[in-house]
């Protein structure tokens, strides 16, 4: 378990629940980004085919319908290695932009 309890729940205010969200963010390039560059992703001890996977599953199990182009070690690598400063607000600014 990261930085989310094993049900998908978050941990409020800082760690939003897993959710169909999910599915917004991974639609869009910016949103992918994200996700790969959130914390507990990015700097992670694992190797980036390794995230690509728990991504991929992450998005497979907590999505209703995973309609995402799986992520690719490659696009981890791309991303991984700019950390964000605060996830919160960038997560915000993402999905208001999806509205």
Known sequence: MGCHLNDGRGLPPEVPAF???????????????YLVTVPGASQSLIDDAALASVLNWILDTYTEE??????LASEISRYRHTPQTNPAHLRDELLGAAD
């Open 66 to 71: 995973p309609v995402h182009q799986p992520f």
């Open 19 to 33: 959710d169909n969200k999910l599915a917004i963010l991974a639609a869009s390039d910016k949103g992918r980004e």
